[in-house]
C-alpha cells in the first residue's frame, strides 16, 4: 500500500478480469495534457500485485489538470500466451481523467481482459 504524502496523490492498479488475477508486469505510461500538448511525466511497471510501487505522481508534481494513463495490455496477454487477435482488440489502453483536488487521493484502477475495460475513480 502506497505512503500517503502531505497533499494529494495518484496511485494506479491493474486487474486481469480474464484470468482472475492481478495485472502484473504491465508498462504503463503516465502524460499530462495542456491543450494539444502532451508532455511525458514517466513510466514504469506493475508490481506482482497489479500495482505501482510508488505514487504516480505526489507533493509538487501532484497539480490539478487533465492527464493520460497509458497501459500496455496487448504485450501482457502476449507474454501469457493468452489467444488474442492479431492486430489485438486491446493493445494499449489509454485512460483520460481529471485531478481536480490538489489534497485528494486519486487512484485509478483498471479492469481488463483481452476484449474489454473497465476503471473508475478508486480509493
Known amino acids: 500500500m502506497p505512503v500517503s504524502s502531505p497533499g494529494g496523490y495518484l496511485t494506479t492498479h491493474v486487474l486481469d478480469t480474464a484470468g482472475g488475477c492481478p495485472g502484473a508486469d504491465i508498462v504503463f505510461r503516465l502524460y499530462r495534457l495542456e491543450g494539444a500538448a502532451r508532455q511525458a511525466l514517466g513510466e514504469g511497471r506493475?508490481?506482482?500485485?497489479?500495482?505501482?510501487?510508488?505514487?504516480?505522481?505526489?507533493?509538487?508534481?501532484?497539480?490539478?489538470?487533465?492527464?493520460?494513463?497509458?497501459?500496455?495490455?496487448?504485450?501482457?496477454?502476449?507474454?501469457?500466451?493468452?489467444?488474442?487477435?492479431?492486430?489485438?482488440?486491446?493493445?494499449?489502453?489509454?485512460?483520460?481523467?481529471?485531478?481536480?483536488?490538489?489534497?485528494a487521493h486519486y487512484h485509478v484502477p483498471l479492469l481488463v481482459s483481452p476484449y474489454s475495460y473497465s476503471t473508475y475513480r478508486g480509493s
Open 46 to 103: 506493475t508490481n506482482a500485485d497489479g500495482r505501482s510501487d510508488t505514487p504516480l505522481l505526489q507533493g509538487d508534481a501532484f497539480t490539478a489538470g487533465v492527464y493520460e494513463l497509458e497501459f500496455e495490455v496487448g504485450a501482457y496477454y502476449r507474454r501469457r500466451q493468452v489467444a488474442v487477435d492479431e492486430p489485438a482488440f486491446l493493445d494499449t489502453v489509454v485512460l483520460r481523467f481529471g485531478l481536480a483536488d490538489e489534497g
